[in-house]
């Protein structure tokens, strides 16, 4: 008995050996092949996802349906939801800083004391005069601010109680040449919308992007559910789409929230384009991550991206004529009084958004955007062009004893030495403090459960710091900005700058292009 069982037991041995061996001459063969096997499963094993997993939604072609590993969900206080509330301001303000890629001082058409409608010109780029950026709403010139070097920050509209618009032509984008439709883009103001990837700029008109990627939602800590925007605006996103088709060489991918079966009916019923569904923690509803997973950026090409609320104002525009900055905005955060969501344009007072809604204990700073990849607001600040989101959180200025050692109040984190996994539903109220100084910066395997990208940041990141180009673009950093190595940063162990160490990166790649 005991030799038939020290058989049987080499046999399996055999066996398994054999298969695993097959099973690694597949995949090694799919590779060969530019078989994606992170859509395919050519192995000889199942799957544990395959079997247990999340189902895609009904509405989901199974083949385009992505159950994303690793990331890690932040819940905090302060969610903003209920009915939308009026958020309309007095002022409100363009900022040449919210567009990547032009000159600090740009060309000003404008002065102080000039009226403005909503859509007129403002400033363009001395390089490329041809692409306008225009006023998010009409009134009056009141303010041009400037900040180090006498870059030009703000440039301050006292907006009419009665808001008027320029009035564009229509053009028909299924007859229009793509020509026609990139210079009328330019000059109406819309071509600032978009962004280019590799480094995340103002798109090149010169360039024909590979494919073009809009998000249509997010999973961002106490980022706003986009439905809100999508309201009575089905006609506006077919639009965006057919005019957003005609200038790739490509297609246009619809990134899906894949979490639900619910998907709204503006997306659903949206032709022209193709939609991929997304399941997993954030990041799952970046772009970046969805680029990666659909149709990765090459070597020698380009992407464009645009936001959901960019293309809706795109497709107003198509159908109407009419620049219409309108948008939802949430005001959200344990800081507030009342998290809420308000409806106002590009560019509000944040002042006044705010005002009498701030919380009179502890120190509170405001975000532009989440707590991960945010910006913090400056004093009397405006809202940037491509936030729908303004996050109050308390200032991390009250030092801890051993807070470390004794980690006494519930804070979000992803060591399990913190008792929070136990509460995977818990929703904490976070402040600003790091919790740690600054130390070694050393491998740990943290990153890489944060970025559900076939990406090694930690060593990407150690490429830049070390300023090897050549290393840097093998290991992927045309395929990241800010905000997919946000999370990565939350759970950095050394304390360590990520966002602004990629940006310096990515800068220094775009001078050598």
């Known amino acids: 008995m005991l030799l038939a069982a020290l058989l049987m037991i080499a046999v399996v041995l055999i066996l398994a050996s054999v298969l695993s061996v097959s099973d690694n001459l597949i995949q090694i063969e799919a590779k060969k092949q530019g078989i994606d096997t992170r859509k395919n499963?050519?192995?000889?094993?199942?799957?544990?996802?395959?079997?247990?997993g999340k189902k895609p939604p009904k509405a989901a072609d199974?083949?385009?349906?992505?159950?994303?590993?690793?990331?890690?969900?932040?819940?905090?206080?302060?969610?903003?939801?209920?009915?939308?509330?009026?958020?309309?301001?007095?002022?409100?303000?363009?900022?040449?800083?919210?567009?990547?890629?032009?000159?600090?001082?740009?060309?000003?058409?404008?002065?102080?004391?000039?009226?403005?409608?909503?859509?007129?010109?403002?400033f363009y780029d001395k390089l490329s005069p041809e692409i306008k950026h225009v006023a998010p709403v009409s009134g009056e010139i009141v303010e041009v601010r400037r900040a180090a070097?006498?870059?030009?920050?703000?440039?301050?509209?006292?907006?009419?109680?009665?808001?008027?618009?320029?009035?564009?032509?229509?053009?028909?984008?299924?007859?229009?040449?793509?020509?026609?439709?990139?210079?009328?883009?330019?000059?109406?103001?819309?071509?600032?919308?978009?962004?280019?990837?590799?480094?995340?700029?103002?798109?090149?008109?010169?360039?024909?992007?590979?494919?073009?990627?809009?998000?249509?939602?997010?999973?961002?800590?106490?980022?706003?559910?986009?439905?809100?925007?999508?309201?009575?605006?089905?006609?506006?996103?077919?639009?965006?789409?057919?005019?957003?088709?005609?200038?790739?060489?490509?297609?246009?991918?619809?990134?899906v929230d894949g979490r639900t079966d619910e998907v709204h009916s503006a997306i659903a019923n949206v032709s022209g384009a193709e939609k991929h569904y997304f399941n997993g923690k954030h990041p799952a509803g970046n772009v970046g991550v969805q680029i990666h997973h659909i149709a990765p950026i090459k070597n020698t090409g380009c992407v464009w991206t645009m936001s959901l609320e960019n293309a809706l104002i795109l497709g107003r525009l198509m159908n109407t004529g009419v620049y219409?900055?309108?948008?939802?905005?949430?005001?959200?955060?344990?800081?507030?009084?009342?998290?809420?969501?308000?409806?106002?344009?590009?560019?509000?007072?944040?002042?006044?958004?705010?005002?009498g809604n701030i919380k009179a204990e502890g120190t509170t700073r405001l975000i532009?955007?989440?707590?991960?990849?945010?910006?913090?607001a400056v004093e009397d600040d405006f809202l940037s062009s491509g936030s729908n989101q303004i996050t109050s959180i308390k200032e991390g200025d009250q030092y801890e004893l051993f807070g470390w050692l004794l980690p006494i109040t519930p804070r979000p984190s992803i060591s399990k030495t913190m008792p929070g996994f136990l509460m995977p539903g818990h929703q904490y109220e976070a402040d600003t403090n790091t919790h740690g100084e600054k130390r070694a910066f050393v491998v740990t395997g943290q990153y890489e459960k944060m970025l559900p990208m076939d990406i090694y940041p930690q060593h990407l990141l150690k490429a830049i710091m070390a300023g090897d180009i050549e290393r840097m673009e093998g290991l992927g950093i045309n395929e990241l900005s800010e905000e997919d190595i946000a999370l990565a940063e939350f759970s950095c162990t050394s304390k360590m700058p990520l966002q602004q160490i990629l940006r310096e990166g990515l800068d220094m790649m775009r001078e050598q292009a």
């Open 41 to 52: 499963n050519l192995s000889i094993f199942p799957n544990f996802s395959d079997l247990f």
């Open 62 to 122: 199974p083949s385009r349906f992505h159950n994303l590993k690793g990331g890690h969900n932040i819940k905090l206080v302060g969610v903003a939801d209920g009915p939308i509330e009026n958020g309309h301001t007095s002022r409100y303000a363009l900022k040449p800083t919210d567009f990547r890629g032009i000159a600090p001082i740009p060309k000003l058409e404008v002065a102080v004391g000039d009226s403005v409608k909503a859509g007129d010109v403002v």
């Open 149 to 255: 070097k006498r870059a030009i920050s703000h440039i301050v509209i006292l907006a009419d109680k009665e808001q008027q618009h320029v009035q564009h032509d229509i053009i028909n984008v299924d007859t229009a040449s793509k020509e026609d439709i990139i210079a009328y883009m330019k000059a109406v103001g819309v071509w600032p919308l978009m962004n280019q990837r590799p480094f995340d700029v103002v798109p090149d008109p010169a360039q024909t992007p590979d494919n073009i990627f809009i998000s249509t939602f997010s999973t961002a800590p106490l980022a706003p559910d986009y439905s809100v925007m999508l309201d009575g605006r089905a006609a506006d996103l077919q639009e965006a789409v057919d005019c957003l088709s005609r200038l790739t060489s490509g297609k246009v991918y619809l990134g």
């Open 324 to 355: 219409d900055t309108s948008k939802v905005v949430a005001l959200a955060g344990a800081q507030f009084e009342q998290p809420k969501l308000v409806k106002t344009y590009a560019g509000a007072s944040l002042k006044e958004l705010t005002q």
């Open 368 to 376: 532009q955007g989440d707590v991960l990849a945010g910006q913090t």
